[in-house]
């Protein structure tokens, strides 16, 4: 079973839930949603079938390898102004007050050789955990846009080889808040089949269109973004380590904002070592958020490493005012311990205090050998009472001549 719904003429691409493996029967809990890329341009999908299991539990076990789903060429768009041609648009875009009420018309194709019964609804979007645009479960009540809209037909046959164009409004309710809002408008195939262990299983195929409204009031486009960091490194390795940065990002605005987005690594002192500028970060919605990692090389250990990543946030919305979003970072340091050159500087320190210790405790050669100290002399004098006296020194006389 395939689990990706692959376009043929389009960049339009739709993923089926996680739950869903290939080459095995699905779990009865599985959801039935779609997920589709943000696309450049809207023609004809090439849909491959998702089993939205029906079958028991225990089957995935008992059963062989199911029988190939059909291929179906069809497909979705906004009605161009020459209905029989598929237009310019790729999605459904508004800028509507509180209450306002627009109607706009969306065309179902058809390349295939046999009628195609089809259920349109209209659901919520939702940014996915790789930051694609997706649709909520088809089982799960809208709350959003999709709630906002309205069909005069809610089944289609579509004939072959050809395009049925369904007329629809939408109405803001007077509680919308101010800013982007986002919804799908979906298209709907479904067909029994039988397994070959004699099961029956229902094929959901479904194409969806983006709906983008945009209500009046204060916009406030802000993103935020918190930032963990991982040094690695060998502790005797000669050269740098490896950084690993987690980074998450908010849209905690009310515009939908995508972002240039760039990496720097600081030494202390706010010394930049490296800068590494990533891939454009993927538009969100608002409340949306998406968790990237990066990793960079070749880093020194510089004893602590800051990474910080900056963003610089736009918007690729075609609606209505666009105001600057004002630049977001977020940061996150750690140890970068050099063990190999401590261990050096430790040893150099040992050998020159070990050196200077050996040389203030050996005399200098060449030195004069120090003469030892003269020995005390008592003072002269008489001593009373002894049996002989002791005549002080007399100063010689002068001689005279005559």
């Not at 802000?222 to 390795?237: G, K, P």
């Not at 063990?339 to 005399?363: D, E, K, N």
């Amino acid at each position: 079973m395939t689990t990706l719904l692959d376009p043929c003429w389009s960049d339009l691409e739709v993923h089926m839930p996680a739950c869903v493996i290939a080459g095995r029967t699905p779990r009865p809990a599985c959801s039935r949603a779609g997920r589709l890329a943000r696309p450049t341009s809207l023609l004809i999908l090439c849909v491959l079938a998702l089993v939205a299991g029906s079958a028991p539990a225990g089957a995935a076990h008992a059963a062989g390898k199911p029988s190939p789903a059909p291929t179906v060429l069809w497909g979705i768009s906004p009605t161009a102004a020459d209905p029989t041609q598929v237009g310019t648009r790729t999605t459904f875009g508004y800028l509507l007050a509180k209450g306002g009420t627009v109607t706009d018309r969306v065309t179902i194709w058809n390349e295939g050789d046999q009628p195609l019964p089809l259920r349109l609804y209209a659901t919520d979007a939702l940014d996915t955990a790789d930051g694609k645009f997706g649709i909520i479960p088809a089982d799960q009540r809208p709350t959003g846009v999709g709630t906002w809209v309205t069909f005069l037909e809610r089944t289609v046959i579509v004939p072959p080889h050809s395009g049925h164009v369904t007329p629809f409004t939408l109405r803001v309710p007077e509680v919308a808040g101010p800013g982007d809002h986002a919804g799908a408008i979906v298209a709907m195939l479904q067909t029994p089949q039988s397994e070959p262990n004699g099961h029956q299983v229902l094929v959901q195929q479904q194409v969806a269109a983006p709906v983008y409204v945009r209500v009046a009031g204060r916009l406030v486009p802000q993103l935020s973004v918190s930032v963990s960091a991982h040094y690695h490194r060998r502790a005797l390795a000669l050269g740098g380590g490896s950084l690993d940065v987690g980074y998450t990002v908010r849209n905690v605005g009310n515009v939908r904002l995508a972002a240039h987005q760039s990496l720097e690594v600081a030494a202390p002192f706010g010394i930049t070592m490296k800068t590494v500028h990533l891939p454009d970060l993927p538009e969100l919605l608002p409340g949306a958020k998406l968790t990237q990692v990066a990793h960079v090389h070749g880093v020194l250990p510089v004893i602590r490493v800051t990474a910080i990543v900056h963003l610089d946030p736009f918007s690729k919305s075609t609606v209505g005012p666009q105001p600057k979003a004002p630049p977001a970072s977020g940061s996150s340091s750690v140890w970068a311990i050099p063990w190999l050159w401590l261990l050096v500087l430790l040893l150099v320190g040992l050998y020159l205090w070990q050196r200077r210790a050996r040389s203030g405790s050996a005399p200098a050669q060449g030195s004069p050998t120090p003469a030892p100290p003269a020995a005390p002399v008592a003072p002269e004098e008489a001593v009373d009472g002894a049996e002989g006296t002791v005549d002080a020194p007399t100063e010689p006389q002068p001689t005279g001549s005559g």
